[in-house]
């Protein structure tokens, strides 16, 4: 269950899209970078814009701090630092993204033991993370409910408070003057 959680911290959200970058995919089948992006454009035709696309250099520069700050967050922030520092990336490039299918396309590509296995992993991590993404959503949609019930709710109190107000109004214009109470002391007979 473990890799599956690291696995889950190597998947963005870029474009609209649930995507894990070349590096992350790298390290995770123990290759270079450099070894799995050739793998890639020898296999190119397997790989359309939908399945693997580069960032552009402002998407990258927006990953990185998101990348940072989320090597400072976990319990061994090193460990994710070394990995890429392991991987030799060429930084002047920015790094592919690969989306859910381009990921299972790699298994067509990359066909070590290790590669099968992770591929197996990752695809468990995206299927977990649409889980937890459609619980979300059904949790959102019965928030909504809930606030449209209270809604009509607040709607059909103020009409019984108003309701309530026109009979108590009525009613204390039904009363004469001496039927009212008096204000003042109120001095017993003896």
Do not use: C
Not at 45 to 70: G, K
Not at 117 to 125: F, T
Not at 150 to 165: C, F, I, S, T
């Amino acid at each position: 269950m473990g890799i599956i959680k690291s696995i889950q911290s190597r998947i963005y959200t870029i474009r609209g899209e649930r995507v894990m970058l070349d590096f992350d995919l790298a390290s995770l089948y123990e290759v270079e970078t450099k070894v799995l992006n050739q793998a890639v454009k020898r296999n190119i035709e397997r790989f359309p814009d939908d399945f693997m696309f580069r960032l552009s250099e402002s998407e990258w520069e927006s990953m990185r701090s998101q990348i940072v700050t989320a090597y400072e967050e976990t319990s061994k922030p090193s460990s994710r630092i070394v990995m890429i520092g392991q991987n030799k990336r060429n930084t002047s490039i920015t790094p592919y993204a690969f989306t859910e299918q381009g990921v299972a396309m790699l298994s067509g590509v990359l066909r070590s033991e290790r590669a099968i296995n992770m591929n197996i992993a990752i695809m468990r991590a995206f299927v977990d993370v649409r889980k937890i993404l459609l619980k979300q959503s059904n949790i959102n949609e019965q928030l909504l409910e809930i606030k449209e019930r209270l809604g009509e709710h607040d709607v059909q109190l103020n009409e019984l408070y108003d309701a309530m107000d026109n009979m108590l109004d009525e009613k204390i214009a039904q009363l004469t003057w001496k039927d009212r109470e008096r204000i003042g002391f109120k001095i017993k007979d003896k």
